[in-house]
């Protein structure tokens, strides 16, 4: 039986912006052809605006990160998942 749990909420133990990065890169490239042209940059600012660092309940995060981009036809949400 553990003796103690540890949580990183203040981004101490991992950096969650490399991830954060990564998972931008990926989703130029998945949705590429749906998105306006857009930096990677970008894509990063609208998901930490999004994502309230962690805050945001899942769902309302999607919706926010989907609704800050520019799109040239948008996909269905859950293609964004």
């Known amino acids: 039986m553990p003796q103690a749990i540890l949580f990183d909420l203040d ?10 990065v990564r998972y931008a890169e990926r989703f130029q490239r998945d ?8 930096e990677v940059s970008s894509i990063v ?5 999004a994502d309230v660092r962690g805050y945001h309940p899942r769902t309302e995060v999607v919706r926010d990160f989907a609704q800050r981009l520019s799109w040239r036809t948008v996909p269905n949400i859950s293609e964004a998942v």
């Open 11 to 20: 981004e101490t133990l991992t950096d969650r912006m490399p991830s954060i």
């Open 31 to 38: 949705f590429i052809v749906s998105l306006a042209p857009t």
């Open 45 to 49: 600012a609208a998901l930490l605006a």
